[in-house]
């Protein structure tokens, strides 16, 4: 069973979690830039959270299909069709030989998931089915997706069972983004480390998988810009000679010759992913405890959602088990050690 890709959006891609255990080697994780999407678009299908799925910013595509499956779409709001008939987002439904699926421009987010039932196939490369744009790793060829890709799809095993959460497409918490300070924090005075959660700060249009540069208060290091280059991870806030904060994201190098002022904490680092370019953005530090412990919270209730998912047969969920849910929640690795901690089956690091 196979997928045809009729017409592509930009930076279209396949991901699954990403290449775990490599980064010591040179070898980037890739994987989503938003880890919890992509749970809840397997877990509509069927599939493991883990399972390789379709990745795109801003724009999906047109996808065909010569056998009957099951897809889901999460991510941000988006115009999504079979055919004509308009559906809802961020629940699973059939697409059937001949039919046309048009998943159109996201709304109040950047990256959109798009699950299959099986999962995508395509052959793994050093333990993982994610592209890295850069190094040409992964997915198929190692590149975006265009027009006339075929997609092999796994085996089936959900017995072609369309689910729901119950709720709405989960909105996206307001607030600031949660830091870690450091490791580099002593290249910076204390008046500059306070005026990084004071001031405010606006995504710019350089961004991309692998960094988001952010533009506001100059952060000068008093140290310099430069040390001999040591490890990074994704949600490493480094600050080159502009003095302009850059987060590194899931594509992310695994060295970098920039201090870094403070580490993006791993439960916000989706939440940051998905603001749109020109949005505003504060940073709140929290110690490493603190973090942990946001973690360990957000990762319980990504498995109370994904375990609450009811065919969609048997209606929408009670109220009291809604109130119990929160779907912004879910984490981004920090490191490269074994599952990525927002995996429904990970274990704290």
Not at 32 to 42: C, E, I, K, T, V
Not at 134 to 159: C, K, T
Request: with cysteine.
């Amino acid at each position: 069973m196979s997928v045809e890709v009729l017409s592509a959006g930009p930076m279209l891609t396949v991901q699954d979690v990403g290449r775990q255990g490599l980064r010591r080697f040179g070898v980037s994780t890739a994987g989503p830039m938003d880890g919890p999407a992509l749970a809840l678009a397997n877990a509509l299908c069927g599939n493991p959270p883990a399972a390789a799925a379709l990745e795109f910013a801003s724009l999906g595509g047109s996808f065909t299909t010569s056998r009957p499956l099951r897809f889901a779409v999460t991510g941000g709001d988006c115009d999504l069709r079979v055919d004509d008939r308009p559906l809802v987002q961020g629940e699973s439904y059939r697409l059937n030989p001949g039919e046309v699926l048009k998943v159109g421009m996201l709304g109040g987010a950047v990256w959109g998931y798009i699950g299959f039932s099986g999962g995508i196939s395509v052959p793994p490369t050093l333990g993982s089915r994610s592209t890295h744009l850069r190094s040409g790793l992964g997915g198929v060829e190692g590149r975006i997706l265009r027009a006339g890709d075929i997609l092999p799809l796994g085996p089936d095993a959900a017995q072609d069972v369309c689910l729901r959460p119950g709720i709405p497409q989960r909105p996206f918490i307001q607030g600031s983004i949660r830091i870690v300070l450091g490791p580099q924090d002593d290249y910076f005075t204390p008046d500059v480390l306070a005026l990084l959660s004071r001031s405010a700060f606006v995504v710019t249009p350089r961004r991309d998988r692998m960094a988001m540069v952010l533009d506001g208060s100059e952060i000068p290091a008093v140290r310099g810009h430069d040390i001999v280059s040591d490890a990074v991870v994704p949600g490493s806030i480094q600050v080159p000679g502009s003095r302009q904060p850059m987060v590194l994201m899931a594509e992310s190098q695994t060295t970098g010759g920039y201090p870094k002022i403070a580490t993006v904490i791993s439960a916000d680092l989706p939440r940051l992913a998905q603001l749109s370019t020109g949005a505003h953005l504060r940073f709140a530090v929290v110690s490493r405890d603190e973090g942990e412990d946001i973690w360990l919270a957000h990762a319980k209730s990504l498995r109370a959602t994904l375990a609450g998912l009811l065919p969609k047969s048997e209606g929408l969920l009670q109220s009291d088990y809604l109130l119990s849910c929160n779907l912004i929640s879910g984490v981004i690795a920090a490191d490269d050690m074994g599952t990525p901690n927002w995996a429904p089956d990970g274990s704290s690091q």
